[in-house]
């Protein structure tokens, strides 16, 4: 099955309203060859994708948020709702990042509950998984992540409703990368559990590989076989590095 492949920028606790010209250089670049061959998505800061679903209309770039509370609504002081970010005009949702499992405690089971949300609220959830180093070192990279697939992708996941991402921890803002051997290990795992639980229109459902994701690596790194694309951190900040990075797919 061909998969029209998605880079996303996940711009974490990084930026203000001024980033939000580099938005509209990426709208820029996104010429029709682009457009003809991948999507792009940008996920802000929560504050900003208000403004920033606003500035991406008729761009075809996607905006997507970082995180979102499992409850529609009600005292959660400080949360917001899959409803909400729906409202504010995003598409999407990032659900269990390495970063809120390992600093906000996220367990598999709340990571289920957000990525429920957001289908609920009519969102697609990215959901993120990967090992730690120990975890590689001590080769549980493929247990880790199986278990981790089998406990966090909701029930009934589609390729409209789930995008999964492999972001193995220690390549996060490293500037270290899997080999494509493991990558491809890894994504032929999650492929195999996505369509063994859900059946074979799963084989549809996008798995991106994030982790220190380059305009240098870009191309090796997304021509592995079952990589639909990327997930991309520091990269995704500037216009014209999240370009290149897309470029792969030019
Ligand atoms: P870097 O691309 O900065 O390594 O971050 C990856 C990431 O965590 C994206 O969600």
Request: with cysteine; net charge neutral; charged share 20%.
């Given at each position: 099955m061909s998969v029209r492949p998605l880079v996303a920028g996940n711009w974490k606790m990084n930026g203000t309203r001024s980033a939000l010209k580099e938005l509209g250089l990426m709208a820029e670049g996104y010429d029709a060859a682009l457009r003809a061959s991948v999507?792009?998505?940008?996920?802000?800061?929560?504050?900003?994708?208000f403004l920033a679903a606003g500035a991406a209309i008729g761009t075809r770039i996607g905006i997507g948020a970082q995180d979102c509370h499992a409850e529609a609504s009600g005292a959660f002081t400080g949360e917001v709702s899959a409803e909400m970010i729906a409202d504010a005009g995003a598409g999407a949702v990032i659900v269990g990042h390495s970063e809120r499992r390992q600093y906000f405690k996220e367990t598999?089971?709340?990571?289920e509950a957000k990525a429920r949300a957001a289908i609920r609220?009519?969102?697609a959830a990215?959901?993120?998984?990967?090992?730690?180093?120990?975890?590689?070192?001590?080769?549980?990279?493929?247990?880790?992540?199986?278990?981790?697939?089998?406990?966090?992708?909701?029930?009934?996941?589609?390729?409209?409703?789930?995008?999964?991402a492999y972001e193995p921890v220690w390549a996060i803002g490293t500037g270290l990368t899997p080999t494509?051997?493991?990558?491809?290990?890894?994504?032929a795992l999650i492929r195999k559990?996505?369509?063994?639980?859900?059946?074979?229109?799963?084989?549809g459902i996008r798995i991106l590989y994030g982790g220190s994701v380059k305009p240098a690596n870009a191309k090796e790194l997304m021509a592995v076989p079952n990589v639909d694309g990327a997930l991309v951190?520091?990269?995704?900040?500037?216009?014209?590095?999240?370009?290149?990075?897309?470029?792969?797919?030019?």
């Open positions: 999507d792009l998505m940008i996920c802000p800061p929560a504050p900003l994708v598999d089971a709340v990571v609220a009519g969102l990215i959901v993120c998984v990967g090992e730690t180093r120990e975890e590689r070192e001590a080769g549980k990279t493929l247990g880790v992540v199986g278990r981790q697939v089998a406990r966090s992708v909701p029930e009934g996941a589609t390729p409209a409703t789930v995008i999964v494509t051997a493991d990558i491809a290990e890894v994504h559990k996505l369509v063994g639980r859900h059946g074979k229109q799963a084989a951190g520091g990269a995704s900040l500037k216009a014209a590095d999240f370009l290149a990075i897309a470029a792969a797919y030019r």
